[in-house]
């Protein structure tokens, strides 16, 4: 192949493994590989770079090297036939894969919020440039660009639901919504009024909102105020679960609700709400549930076992494998374990640092010697390092990023207004502290040596004290105390997941 038909980047630009695949690439080489008049790039490397280009550049910065790249002008030098070859080998085959990067950057991902100041320079190379050279793919772009706002809104449309039969009828009746109807009476309504069915719908439809709510380039991003919002209503949602269950003073009762949330738990797991049935499954894990000797004595083993089948979905024993292999089972609409996503995206960013350097040492200049004056010698080698962007982070972070995007959809489900107000009532003024509190009151500590849960298979799968594993829920560390009103979340370590309860029943 004649050289200026060859790559434009150094060799030092690039950086393979044994196998070829992508080790790191300058940002430079990256754009090249993406729009390379060789070979078209592959499906996961443009999702990885699109994905993932601004947490290394911006999207002004990248419209103007994309740009330059179709600008590319012909090496100096060349005879006419070169030129010929380089423009018919070359130029063409890269400026048109320049137009189908901003095609598919303006289709698939682009960010009204993040990317709205290149909309200006997107429009000037489409309407001069593009337009000059392609002039039917810059036609077609300029209506879309012309059309964005109602395009855009059908592009950021959630997913269309797989069910075509339309949504179920509420299960509720007469009784209990004119139960509901009282604002300042309805929290006294028993949570075992309502079927478990309903109560696991409109909990999954409350959760879902949220969940579509958080933009995927948040789970990037330092500050994330949507999923705060969500980790916040889910440790309510364990919370207040645990509050019914220990607010019930008749033993018989309590384990009825006890039995009740299981059944809700189970609803949960056959909507996918994997969220909420984490929230449940801690409820019934926590301290405050988890001592109560009397109550579980009273359930049978057919409801222990159910139990521990639900906790066992989610456990995060051996790195949640029974949880992933479920996932891959399921298909949007689809509310995922958050913490998981926040966990992996942590542990891909403190293992692996944006850049790779790779240091070169240039030998020392030689001196060249004159009949009169001999030229002297550099003395010492000289080291450069070259900087580039580690490709293997950025596809890792794509594909947990991808996976949580295509899990968004809505729900074809009916919201009960009375019962959704219910529940947010309800998830009003909790206590943890209170909670285990109330354990205490209704079943004393036991001498040492007692029955205690283990007996009939219980174990926690962590969260302890008297917070009773109600704060935090083990959402990749981040506890109920570090959601600061949205402003931001900090990360722990894994650690927190296998907190064991400080006390004893």
Same mark, same amino acid.
């Given at each position: 192949?004649?050289?200026?038909?060859?790559?434009?980047?150094?060799?030092?630009?690039?950086?393979?493994?044994?196998?070829?695949?992508?080790?790191?690439?300058?940002?430079?080489?990256?754009?090249?590989?993406?729009?390379?008049?060789?070979?078209?790039?592959?499906?996961?490397?443009?999702?990885?770079?699109?994905?993932?280009?601004?947490?290394?550049?911006?999207?002004?910065?990248?419209?103007?090297?994309?740009?330059?790249?179709?600008?590319?002008?012909?090496?100096?030098?060349?005879?006419?036939?070169?030129?010929?070859?380089?423009?018919?080998?070359?130029?063409?085959?890269?400026?048109?894969?320049?137009?189908?990067?901003?095609?598919?950057?303006?289709?698939?991902?682009?960010?009204?919020?993040?990317?709205?100041?290149?909309?200006?320079?997107?429009?000037?190379?489409?309407?001069?440039?593009?337009?000059?050279?392609?002039?039917?793919?810059?036609?077609?772009?300029?209506?879309?660009?012309?059309?964005?706002?109602?395009?855009?809104?059908?592009?950021?449309?959630?997913?269309?639901?797989?069910?075509?039969?339309?949504?179920?009828?509420?299960?509720?009746?007469?009784?209990?919504?004119?139960?509901?109807?009282?604002?300042?009476?309805?929290?006294?309504?028993?949570?075992?009024?309502?079927?478990?069915?309903?109560?696991?719908?409109?909990?999954?439809?409350?959760?879902?909102?949220? !969940?579509?709510?958080?933009?995927?380039?948040?789970?990037?991003?330092?500050?994330?105020?949507?999923?705060?919002?969500?980790?916040?209503?889910?440790?309510?949602?364990?919370?207040?679960?645990?509050?019914?269950?220990?607010?019930?003073?008749?033993?018989?009762?309590?384990?009825?609700?006890?039995?009740?949330?299981?059944?809700?738990?189970?609803?949960?797991?056959?909507?996918?709400?994997?969220?909420?049935?984490?929230?449940?499954?801690?409820?019934?894990?926590?301290?405050?549930?988890?001592?109560?000797?009397?109550?579980?004595?009273?359930?049978?083993?057919?409801?222990?076992?159910?139990?521990?089948?639900?906790?066992?979905?989610?456990?995060?024993?051996?790195?949640?494998?029974?949880?992933?292999?479920?996932?891959?089972?399921?298909?949007?609409?689809?509310?995922?374990?958050?913490?998981?996503?926040?966990?992996?995206?942590?542990?891909?960013?403190?293992?692996?640092?944006?850049?790779?350097?790779?240091?070169?040492?240039?030998?020392?200049?030689?001196?060249?010697?004159?009949?009169?004056?001999?030229?002297?010698?550099?003395?010492?080698?000289?080291?450069?390092?070259?900087?580039?962007?580690? !490709?293997?982070?950025?596809?890792?972070?794509?594909?947990?990023?991808?996976?949580?995007?295509?899990?968004?959809?809505? !729900?074809?489900?009916?919201?009960?207004?009375?019962?959704?107000?219910?529940?947010?009532?309800?998830?009003?003024?909790?206590?943890?502290?209170?909670?285990?509190?109330?354990?205490?009151?209704?079943?004393?500590?036991?001498?040492?040596?007692?029955?205690?849960?283990?007996?009939?298979?219980?174990?926690?799968?962590?969260?302890?004290?008297?917070?009773?594993?109600?704060?935090?829920?083990?959402?990749?560390?981040?506890?109920?105390?570090?959601?600061?009103?949205?402003?931001?979340?900090?990360?722990?370590?894994?650690?927190?997941?296998?907190?064991?309860?400080?006390?004893?029943?």
């Amino acid at each position: 192949m004649p050289w200026f038909l060859e790559e434009d980047y150094e060799a030092d630009e690039v950086l393979y493994n044994d196998n070829q695949q992508l080790v790191g690439a300058t940002l430079d080489a990256f754009i090249e590989i993406l729009t390379s008049h060789k070979d078209a790039p592959e499906a996961a490397f443009v999702s990885t770079f699109f994905t993932t280009f601004r947490l290394f550049t911006n999207p002004v910065e990248l419209t103007g090297l994309l740009v330059q790249r179709f600008m590319k002008q012909p090496p100096a030098g060349l005879a006419e036939h070169e030129r010929v070859m380089w423009i018919q080998h070359k130029q063409d085959r890269v400026q048109k894969r320049v137009h189908l990067a901003f095609k598919t950057w303006l289709e698939n991902y682009w960010v009204s919020e993040r990317d709205r100041a290149a909309f200006t320079p997107i429009m000037e190379f489409v309407t001069q440039e593009l337009m000059e050279a392609l002039p039917g793919p810059a036609g077609r772009m300029l209506d879309m660009l012309n059309q964005w706002g109602s395009r855009r809104g059908l592009l950021s449309s959630g997913r269309d639901s797989t069910n075509n039969r339309g949504p179920p009828v509420p299960l509720v009746n007469k009784a209990l919504l004119n139960a509901l109807s009282n604002d300042h009476m309805m929290t006294k309504v028993p949570v075992t009024d309502i079927k478990p069915i309903e109560l696991a719908r409109q909990l999954t439809i409350m959760v879902g909102k949220l !969940y579509n709510e958080i933009p995927y380039l948040e789970l990037l991003g330092k500050e994330r105020p949507n999923c705060s919002k969500m980790i916040q209503v889910s440790n309510k949602i364990t919370i207040w679960v645990t509050d019914t269950i220990v607010d019930e003073q008749d033993v018989k009762k309590r384990i009825g609700v006890v039995k009740h949330w299981i059944e809700v738990g189970e609803e949960c797991l056959k909507l996918n709400n994997f969220d909420t049935l984490t929230a449940i499954s801690c409820a019934i894990e926590s301290t405050p549930v988890k001592r109560l000797y009397n109550t579980w004595e009273g359930i049978s083993k057919s409801y222990v076992e159910r139990s521990n089948q639900l906790r066992k979905t989610i456990s995060s024993d051996l790195n949640y494998r029974d949880y992933r292999a479920k996932l891959k089972t399921v298909q949007a609409p689809c509310i995922p374990f958050l913490g998981l996503y926040l966990t992996v995206i942590a542990y891909i960013e403190d293992g692996n640092s944006t850049y790779k350097e790779l240091n070169h040492v240039v030998p020392p200049t030689p001196g060249i010697n004159t009949p009169t004056t001999p030229m002297p010698q550099s003395s010492s080698e000289t080291v450069l390092t070259r900087k580039l962007l580690r !490709y293997g982070r950025f596809f890792q972070l794509t594909k947990a990023v991808q996976e949580f995007r295509d899990f968004q959809g809505s !729900y074809e489900l009916l919201e009960v207004p009375r019962l959704r107000d219910y529940i947010l009532k309800c998830m009003e003024n909790q206590d943890s502290e209170r909670n285990y509190r109330k354990s205490l009151a209704i079943e004393p500590r036991r001498p040492s040596g007692g029955v205690g849960a283990g007996n009939v298979g219980h174990r926690s799968s962590g969260g302890g004290g008297a917070n009773g594993g109600n704060k935090g829920l083990f959402h990749a560390g981040i506890s109920h105390t570090e959601v600061n009103g949205g402003n931001g979340i900090k990360s722990n370590k894994l650690s927190f997941f296998n907190r064991k309860s400080g006390r004893s029943g």
